[in-house]
């Protein structure tokens, strides 16, 4: 069993910065792939960023340049450093984990992330 638990949301106004962090305890397997995903409210849930066991990161188009994923391996965590939020970032962000040739995902909880115009 796999546990994630996000940590870091919380209310910012635009142009500011937070960090996400998430944890990852239980039978994890490598390599695999940690990231983030959001949720707007009304809208699917998408990619924001991700990064695998030994490989480059990638970014959504519209966080590329704001936001910077990091992992460290040893620890199973990942992190989401995001600058220059903006209103539309706004939404519950999911942390997740993918075993490198699985089918399966795992998910965190959600973090709430709210930013104030």
């Known amino acids: 069993q796999v546990r994630l638990v996000e940590s870091g949301g919380g209310l910012v106004q635009a142009g500011g910065s937070l960090r996400l962090s998430c944890a990852g305890s239980?039978?994890?397997?490598?390599?695999?792939?940690m990231g983030w995903y959001r949720q707007a409210p009304g809208k699917q849930r998408e990619l924001v960023a991700e990064?695998?066991?030994?490989?480059?990161?990638t970014y959504a188009d519209s966080m590329k340049g704001r936001f910077t994923i990091s992992r460290d391996n040893s620890k199973d965590r990942v992190w989401l450093q995001m600058n220059s939020l903006k209103s539309e970032d706004t939404g519950v962000y999911y942390c997740?984990?993918?075993?490198?040739?699985?089918?399966?995902?795992?998910w965190g909880q959600g973090t709430q992330v709210t930013v104030s115009s």
């Open positions: 990064v695998g066991s030994g490989g480059a990161p």
């Open positions: 239980g039978t994890i397997f490598s390599p695999n792939v």
């Open positions: 997740f984990l993918r075993p490198v040739g699985a089918l399966s995902m795992y």
